[in-house]
């Protein structure tokens, strides 16, 4: 994590640099970092004394507000497409444009409940990101396609609008098991949870 923090601490003193900016700082985050980026903020406080006020959502519904001129400073966004149409619309920096971390999808079990596998009829929910909206999701979907066939066709879905709405879902028992990403894993207390690595090449990089 020490990496990203480097990064995204180092474009928010440039992008102050270049607006000459002396007040606080609009950040637009997606939801999987908003948890990394309020500590990163603290450093940030204790080092500037400025604050970061940060927007978390899905990274389709920010890309969107931005779209409509939304008074952001900063887009941290988990799909590199998302920037990239930013900048081609002329509404971002191409120069300040990082890759901060590439995404890991994993399959969260909570303690709660007894279920040794995705396969078991044991496990009547499933959460997942909306795929129009979240990377997370529409990467989600491609594993799901690619097994509910076989194994899990007869699941009930329920789509969130962004991986922490779906880390909320998971831990509130209001499903049985959920996709998170690898970064959600420090925000989960209770250690003997379950966790299943999803294959990588499984999906396409999140980055």
């Known amino acids: 994590m020490f990496d990203?923090?480097?990064?995204?601490?180092?474009?928010?003193?440039?992008?102050?640099?270049?607006n000459n900016c002396n007040s606080n700082i609009n950040i637009a985050s997606a939801s999987n970092f908003a948890y990394t980026l309020n500590k990163i903020n603290k450093i940030f406080i204790n080092k500037t004394g400025m604050y970061c006020h940060i927007n978390q959502g899905s990274t389709g519904y920010l890309c969107a507000q931005i779209k409509e001129k939304?008074?952001?400073?900063?887009?941290?966004?988990a799909?590199?497409?998302?920037?990239?149409?930013?900048?081609?619309?002329?509404?971002?920096?191409?120069?300040?444009?990082?890759?901060?971390?590439?995404?890991?999808?994993?399959?969260?079990?909570?303690?709660?409940?007894?279920?040794?596998?995705?396969?078991?009829?044991?496990?009547?929910?499933?959460?997942i990101s909306n795929k129009f909206l979240s990377p997370y999701g529409y990467s989600t979907n491609k594993i799901i396609d690619l097994y509910k066939k076989k194994y899990i066709s007869k699941k009930t879905y329920i789509n969130t609008k962004n991986i922490n709405?779906?880390?909320?879902f998971i831990s509130t028992f209001n499903s049985d098991v959920g996709f998170i990403t690898l970064s959600q894993i420090t925000q989960i207390k209770n250690k003997k949870n379950i966790i299943w690595n999803i294959n990588k090449n499984l999906y396409n990089?999140?980055?």
């Open 79 to 127: 799909d590199s497409k998302k920037t990239e149409y930013i900048i081609k619309k002329k509404l971002g920096y191409k120069n300040y444009n990082e890759i901060y971390s590439y995404g890991k999808i994993i399959l969260w079990k909570p303690i709660h409940n007894k279920i040794q596998n995705l396969y078991t009829k044991k496990i009547k929910k499933i959460s």
């Open 70 to 77: 939304a008074p952001y400073d900063i887009f941290v966004s």
């Open 205 to 207: 990089n999140i980055e």
């Open 4 to 18: 990203y923090c480097k990064t995204i601490l180092f474009i928010i003193f440039m992008m102050l640099t270049i």
């Open 165 to 168: 709405d779906n880390f909320v």
